[in-house]
């Protein structure tokens, strides 16, 4: 059974940092690709960052906004994906779930939400100006 079990989040003034964990489960082989989707009240899911598991220090970042503030990285011993964010501004206030999935016809990962299979719970984000 895969399970993606996500904590960290919670609350942070404008310009604070949080971190985000995902301790993944039952993921079989070829299940390369993990990220980050977020959330906002009112608004369609995004894609934050997503990384392949099989090429060492690979990411993707999907959006201009993050870089150089958002940080995605793994630890492959312990099977947890990390999310750190800095310079958090109220519009990064989200939901944030952890993703994973195959990799697409090309041998790369998705970057949209529906491609990924599996879903964590998700961890809320609230950052007050």
């Known amino acids: 059974q895969t399970e993606l079990r996500t904590s960290g989040g919670g609350s942070v003034q404008a310009g604070g940092s949080l971190s985000l964990s995902c301790e993944a489960s039952g993921l079989s082989a070829n299940e390369n690709c993990m990220g980050w989707f977020r959330q906002a009240a009112g608004k369609e899911r995004e894609a934050v960052a997503i990384i392949d598991k099989a090429i060492k220090n690979s990411a993707t970042r999907i959006a201009d906004s993050f870089k150089g503030r958002f940080t995605i990285s793994r630890d492959s011993v312990k099977n947890t994906l990390y999310l750190h964010m800095e310079d958090l501004n109220p519009e990064d206030t989200a939901m944030y779930y952890c993703?994973?999935?195959?990799?697409?016809?090309?041998?790369?990962?998705?970057?949209?939400?529906?491609?990924?299979?599996?879903w964590g719970q998700g961890t809320q984000v609230t950052v007050s100006s």
């Open positions: 993703v994973a999935g195959k990799k697409m016809y090309g041998d790369v990962c998705p970057t949209r939400a529906s491609a990924f299979a599996f």
